[in-house]
């Protein structure tokens, strides 16, 4: 079976037509773009969204459009996605999951993703170069947190305060971290493959093997819980999560959920912690075991909740 014409690319749209036509223009550039597919979901924007994204996806025989009736969050419009492509073909080699403010740099992305094997991995995590930092976003979490950094997380979801100050200083963060890494390396030394805990949620590869194992895109939250659940399911599954420097794209970063945090992304971000501790506590005991300790030491209590909290659409 040739897996070179059973890619799939999803992205979702917000209102952001703009940024999907950009990213649709990008991916257009790839060599043998037309082999794979390409489904953009638009998350019930009501504005001009759809027909502006139609008219230029309709240069393309590849791309199609799916209107959506409401807002599914990100990985809930993926998945939605997925499950209507399978109405009518055969299980992809790879699926690829991504924002809609991506960028392919280099053309050859698809040839080199095909030169894999789907059937001999979980999950890829390319090289995703930030438009704020100019490094790789990956790896997300390079190993499995520890329940002393499982509660820091804990301890700054519990203010909104700390964590828009969290976010402010992030890329400065990152930046002195990623120099620190580069600094212990030799100057001819290549990035190479290596398994890593999680992805960087906003380019995400799935493989045949994945879905075949019994792995799926989890919906159960609206957002930011992807790196973690990606994660967990791997691990249940026995699958690798395989950090890959030889894919690269570009990540122009805060497009599609803004750059600073407002009080609905936060309320996303405590939402999709509280379902990962949830679904995902009996696989990784030290999620429960960092959760007690908050609640018992800070009366930090991070709930159980599932359902999306109601205070907007954003994505």
Known sequence: ????????????????????????NSASRLESFASCKVMIVDNNSADDSIPRIRQAASEFRNVELLPASHNRGYFGAA?????????????????????????????????????????????????IISGLTGYDANPSIRKRPSPFRMLRYRLWLANYYAMWFKQW???????????????????????????IYAPHGSFVIFSRKFFEAGGFIDDGFFLYAEEFSIAEMSIRLR??????????????????????????????????????????KDSYPELARGAQYARTTFGIDMGKSSDPPSVGDGV
């Open 169 to 195: 200083l992030s890329p400065s963060v990152r930046i002195i971290k990623k120099r620190h890494i580069m600094s212990r390396l030799t100057p001819t030394a290549q990035p190479v493959s290596q398994p």
């Open 79 to 127: 998945r939605w996605a997925l499950d209507q492509y399978l109405e009518h073909h055969c299980p992809p080699g790879w699926v690829a999951v991504c924002n809609n403010d991506i960028e392919f740099e280099d053309s050859l992305f698809l040839v080199k993703l095909w030169e894999k094997d789907p059937m001999s991995t979980g999950v890829i995590a390319p090289s």
């Open 239 to 280: 699958l690798p999560v395989i950090h890959e420097p030889s894919l690269r794209v570009r990540h122009k970063e805060g497009q599609s959920t803004g750059r600073m945090l407002s009080r609905d992304s936060y309320l996303r971000q405590v939402n999709g912690f509280r379902y990962a501790l949830a679904r995902y």
């Open 1 to 24: 079976m040739s897996y070179r014409d059973k890619t799939l690319i999803i992205t979702v749209n917000f209102r952001q037509a703009d940024c999907t036509r950009q990213f649709l």
